[in-house]
Nanobody
Framework: QVQSVESGGGSVESGGSLRLSCAASDHSSGTYCLGWFRQAPGKAREGVASITNDGRIVYAPSLKGRITISLDNCSNTLYLQMNDLKPEDTGKYYC??????????????????????WGQGTQVTVSS
């Protein structure tokens, strides 16, 4: 199974910005759904944002307004721009593809979906 490769994480101060990248698996045909997730130490993995290759985007309500997800269809590269970072954004960020899409619809939620192609993640650390 091909894994995604995440990059772009780092250590920033509160209020800073980061742009994460994910070299996703080749989905050169049909429609597909990609998502960003994150996991803080001792906490469950949570969805951040999702996007389809035809441009349908869903953000986690708690993060909407501070993040932007985008996809370069030519290079199969997924991006996550994060602004006004807060210490609670600290965690490891992962990208994945939903193998069950289009049913159910693309969304950054684990329920009823089969997220695959997980990478090793990229660490984001935000200091106050």
């Amino acid at each position: 199974q091909v894994q995604s490769v995440e990059s772009g994480g780092g250590s920033v101060e509160s209020g800073g910005s980061l742009r994460l990248s994910c070299a996703a698996s080749d989905h050169s045909s049909g429609t597909y759904c990609l998502g960003w997730f994150r996991q803080a130490p001792g906490k469950a993995r949570e969805g951040v944002a999702s996007i389809t290759n035809d441009g349908r985007i869903v953000y986690a309500p708690s993060l909407k307004g501070r993040i932007t997800i985008s996809l370069d269809n030519c290079s199969n590269t997924l991006y996550l721009q994060m602004n006004d970072l807060k210490p609670e954004d600290t965690g490891k960020y992962y990208c994945a593809a939903d193998s069950l899409y289009p049913i159910p619809p693309c969304a950054p939620r684990p329920q009823g979906r089969l997220w695959n192609d997980w990478g090793q993640g990229t660490q984001v650390t935000v200091s106050s």
